[in-house]
């Protein structure tokens, strides 16, 4: 058996009850724990960098901790604006990136110590006597002068019990601490023995970082549910057309030449041309950063120079340009060299915004139309997903940032909403509710004057482990990232077409937040629903992920209709919750109730 949270979270939150559930070095619980159960692996790691400094900074800091001239490719490392991912072992994080931290260099050691090897050989009895019962924990001020502090024990404590699960990684764990064999003396000595001569300061002598996280995988999370809505009453009585409104679909890809996308000419019959109007894979980002990328010794002429230049700014720590990685991102749509992708969620969450495939056409959808919400919105394509649908925190952190610098660097809003039908699960033990990377990120682009809506997530009914063993339930404060973030428009599911009969669809994450906040703010259509995928077919799909562009399609509506809330997403999301359909049911399942496009455009 492995190295458990029961026998490695007492070394992290110590074992009293009612005990905080965080602690307070840079690196977050559960990075530690991920090395205690990995010791000898690498981890894909998000790093923040100080207040006082860059990403690029910070990124160069890591390289320069070894020379080797592959060093970006070995580590996987890339950045955007806000974090560096990198992969590394136990063993590089501490030595490469923690004594960047101001923790190490200002709160971990005595002020007057210049090696880190000699403080825990000189103070080795001290240590050793910290780590007994009571261990002396982190966050124990020195009470006496000279005192070591308890944080420098119990890291000492906690990197030797790591760095002996990486020697002893098939003995079986006893539920007792420590395993046999194990001393407290041992203890120190691997400490020493894997900090070695570190010094507590390392050039440049700044902090260059401020927290180690985890890059978390994110994973994926209809013509009668466009009447539940009322979208095809508010399009009839209003006239609408959103044309001149444009969405990102930050997904797994959507298909630019399914028929549902195509543009329709001044007679309405369909063109050549796709609403999609342009595709950004994220999911080679990193790759394209570290040199990695498959298509790098391919390219030629100004590809290949801007590769270059992509690559000499990383190793130079100089910030991101998206102005060059937005040619390396793009993904043409010439129909001689475009690849529709093969993951379906996008395609069909965007078919549920934006579809516009009539029975008349002489490409047909069965006997019925297929219209999304908005049938002749823009949309853009930003792939953070691959084909499998795996995808991971640093790619929507990307995508979130490069729709905000599209937006400033354009006269006008490029794009005035973003659809996130996706889901990570929110460690409890790193983060404050709402204040993981994500939201922090989708707060900052909220900020920027963009409506962005997130799918509350499919946690509702889970597994639990009971001790007459496994049973079915209804979870509460399930809510996943981003739907987390405060001004995030969170969306859960009913039924397609009687939400009043059926209520809050039982899949769907239930509120409140882990932080006593009212979410999800409101419930649509997302059971059996009928979209676009890959290929030209449809597929009925059920989940938040459907739910979330019907709330997109009626926050674009509103726009339309009232063009100067643009760059208002409050005033967006205050409309749409206001005018929700009440279904009588608990506040923390449904939100405001289910979306009432037409209600919400009345009002204002």
């Known amino acids: 058996m492995k190295l458990e949270f029961k026998n490695l979270g007492p070394w992290i939150f110590g074992d009293e009850q009612l005990k905080r559930f965080t602690q307070d070095s840079p690196v977050m619980p559960d990075v530690w724990l991920e090395y205690g159960a990995r010791p000898t692996g690498t981890i894909d790691l998000l790093l923040e960098p100080h207040e006082e400094t860059t990403t690029g900074a910070l990124a160069r800091a890591v390289l320069e901790a070894d020379h080797s001239p592959d060093r970006p490719a070995a580590l996987e490392l890339a950045y955007n604006g806000s974090h560096v991912a990198v992969r590394l072992s136990f063993t590089q994080m501490l030595r490469s990136v923690l004594p960047l931290s101001e923790w190490w260099q200002e709160h971990l050691w005595p002020g007057d110590t210049e090696s880190v090897a000699a403080i825990l050989d000189a103070r080795r009895a001290e240590i050793i006597a910290g780590l007994q019962e009571p261990m002396r924990e982190q966050g124990r001020r020195p009470t006496d002068v000279g005192e070591l502090s308890g944080t420098l024990i119990w890291f000492a404590g906690l990197i030797g019990r790591i760095t002996w699960e990486a020697a002893h990684p098939d003995d079986d764990q006893p539920d007792d601490e420590p395993p046999e064999g194990l001393t407290y003396d041992l203890l120190v000595d691997l400490a020493a023995e894997t900090l070695g001569d570190l010094p507590r300061v390392p050039p440049p002598g700044r902090p260059l970082l401020w927290s180690v996280n985890r890059n978390r995988p994110a994973r994926p999370a209809l013509w009668r549910s466009r009447n539940t809505i009322k979208a095809d009453a508010a399009t009839l009585l209003f ?23 195509t543009l329709r000419g001044p007679d309405g019959k369909p063109t050549e041309k796709s609403r999609v109007r342009a595709t950004y894979d994220f999911t080679r980002l990193r790759r394209i950063l570290a040199g990695t990328d498959a298509e790098r010794d391919t390219l030629g002429g100004e590809a290949a120079r801007q590769r270059k230049e992509i690559e000499a700014r990383l190793r130079s720590g100089q910030a991101v340009d998206w102005g060059l990685l937005k040619d390396q991102l793009a993904i043409d749509h010439d129909p001689a060299t475009y690849a529709p992708p093969k993951h379906e969620h996008g395609t069909h969450v965007a078919g549920i915004l934006a579809a516009d495939w009539l029975a008349t056409d002489s490409e047909p959808a069965r006997k019925n139309d297929v219209r999304g919400i908005c049938p002749d919105i823009g949309i853009y394509d930003l792939r953070v997903f691959d084909d499998s649908g795996a995808g991971d925190e640093f790619a929507i952190l990307a995508a979130l940032q490069f729709v905000r610098w599209l937006n400033v660097n354009s006269p006008t809003p490029v794009l005035h909403g973003v659809n996130l039908s996706l889901s ?15 939201c922090e990120e989708c707060e900052r682009l909220i900020g920027s004057g963009t409506v962005v809506v997130a799918a509350a997530g499919n946690e509702g009914r889970a597994f639990i482990s009971m001790a007459s063993g496994m049973t079915e ?112 049911r608990e506040r923390y399942f449904q939100g405001s109730g289910v979306v009432d496009a037409l209600r919400a455009i009345q009002s204002v």
């Open 424 to 438: 990570l699960d929110h460690e409890v033990g790193s983060f404050a509710c709402g204040r993981t990377p994500i």
């Open 239 to 261: 006239s609408l057309r959103c044309n001149d409104i444009c969405w990102a679909v930050i997904d797994s890809g959507v298909d630019a030449t399914h028929p549902a996308f």
């Open 473 to 584: 339930g209804y979870r509460q404060m399930s809510i996943t990232d981003p739907g987390n973030a405060s001004g995030v428009i969170t969306v859960g599911a009913t039924h397609r077409h009687q939400p009043h009969t059926y209520g809050v669809s039982y899949f769907s994450s239930r509120g409140p937040t882990g932080d006593g906040r009212c979410k999800p703010d409101l419930v649509a259509p997302g059971e059996k629903i009928t979209g676009p995928v890959p290929g030209g077919g449809l597929k009925s799909l059920d989940g938040t992920s459907m739910a979330a562009p019907h709330v997109s399609g009626a926050a674009a509506l509103i726009l339309a209709r009232h063009p100067e809330l643009i760059g208002q997403p409050a005033e967006i999301k205050r409309v749409l919750t206001a005018t929700a359909t009440d279904l009588g």
